[in-house]
Structure formats: C-alpha cells, structure tokens
C-alpha cells in the first residue's frame, strides 16, 4: 500500500494529471477484500462471498466483498485484468476520496469536496483518462467518478443503518473456515462475520417487515446466498474445503 497525499482536486493545479484505470498488482489491485455496501448486494453476490469486518480501532462493522484467502491476494487478478463481472464501488473509486472543508451553509458546517491521492499508482503525468478539459472543465471520466463517489456516500450511511439493524437483531455472528491446500497444508479464513441464519429465520414478521421497509431485507438474503461463492473462489487458488 502506498501513502496517501490527499488534494482537493483543482482544475488549475491538476489539469495535467490523468488516472490508468486498468487492474493489476502495481497499481494496488492486490487486495483480499474490499468494503462494500447494500445498494451493490445484488451485482457483489453474482461475484464474490459477502462478508462482513469489524475494524479493529473503531469496532465497527462494514461488508465487505472477499477476493482471496491470505492477505494481500487477489484471486479475480489476471496478466488482462481483473476477471469477473463486476468490480466493487470501493474499488473503481480509487485514486478519489471525498472530503470535506469548513461551510457553514452546508449541513453540520461541511462541504464535500472531491479529493485526489497523488501518491496513488492509478495517477499519472503521461497518459491515462483525463480528468480536465483544456478550458478546466471536468471531463466524462471525473463526471462519473463524482457520481461513483456520491454513491459511495451514501453508502456509507446506508452501512450505519444496516449494521445497526443486524447487531439489534443478533444477527451477525462469526465465521471460519479450514482450506486444505494441494501440498497438503492448511489454511484457516478467520477474523469475519456472516449472516446468523438460524437468527434470520427465527424473526418475527413485525421485525422481517421493518428491515424490508428499509431496504435490508433484500440485501441480507443477498449476503447469504453470496456464501455459494466461496467455494469457486477457493477453487481459483487451486484447493479444496476440509
């Protein structure tokens, strides 16, 4: 992982700068997982196992879409590419963040600003998708990444909600799993949570009624019926489940 040197992006400033938006390991792509977020379940659990990480600073829990078993791989990763169908918001976003300046005539006296990491592999000074017009307007590439991170922002609010609803309802619990490697070996994928199904199913139709008026309900079958790709996943490295 490179360092991270945050700018708000400036037409002036950084009219010269372009973004490679291709995927590999050189440009930070090897990744074991990355957060996701409810609104994207349905195109995630086409691709990838949904679990869900508890951050160890803040003790807070987030999905997340899992993309290899040890830290630092990335299955999905090829010499063309990466390999599926779809790729997670958190990924695509990269090298943009947004942030924030002081505005009081903004809600809680902050306004979003779009944010560029110039340490970050994907920005470059030769070539990749512009980000600025010769006359400083934005072009279609950072149009869509403006729109990729408002999504992401609401994302992350959609996440406070989620995970509020699920920790009220006992529904996350721990997951392990043993992987026994071709050479024999073993491999234990540890340190997540899933879905606590037996919880799930044993809720009543007032509390089922409430996370489908949120939107939840969806996604959470969604997140258990992602667990089917694990094993395709764990087939990518070559090995089978113990």
């Known amino acids: 992982m490179t360092a991270q040197n945050f700018q708000i992006l400036n037409a002036e400033k950084h009219q010269q700068l372009g973004v490679i938006t291709t995927y590999s390991p ?8 990355s957060p996701t977020f409810p609104m994207e379940f349905r195109d995630i659990q086409s691709c990838y196992p949904i679990f869900f990480c508890k951050d160890p600073d803040s003790g ?43 505005d009081e005539s903004y809600p809680e006296g902050k306004k979003p600003v779009v944010s560029i990491d110039l340490d970050h592999p994907r920005v470059s000074n030769v070539g990749g998708e512009i980000l600025f017009s010769e006359n400083g307007g934005s072009s279609d590439y950072l149009k869509q990444s403006m729109v990729l991170l408002e999504s992401i922002h609401q994302g992350h609010e959609q996440n406070k909600v989620l995970i ?7 529904l996350l619990e721990e997951f392990a799993v043993e992987v026994t490697l071709r050479d024999g070996s073993l491999k234990r994928l540890s340190g997540f949570y899933t879905i606590a199904e037996e919880n ?22 969604m997140a258990v019926a992602s667990l089917s790709r694990l094993r395709p996943l764990v087939e990518k490295k070559t090995v089978i489940i113990s």
Request: no cysteine; hydrophobic share 45%; net charge negative.
């Open 200 to 221: 799930l199913y044993a809720l009543s139709g007032d509390v089922l009624g409430a996370l489908n008026e949120k939107g939840f309900l969806q996604a959470i079958f």
């Open 26 to 33: 050189q440009l930070g792509d090897s990744v074991m997982y």
């Open 60 to 102: 807070q829990f987030y999905p997340a879409a899992l993309f290899g078993l040890e830290k630092g791989e990335n299955l999905f990763l090829t010499d063309s590419g990466w390999d599926a169908s779809y790729i997670p918001m958190m990924v695509r976003r990269h090298p943009f963040l947004i942030g924030f300046q002081n």
């Open 164 to 170: 509020e609803m699920l920790l009220e309802h006992s």
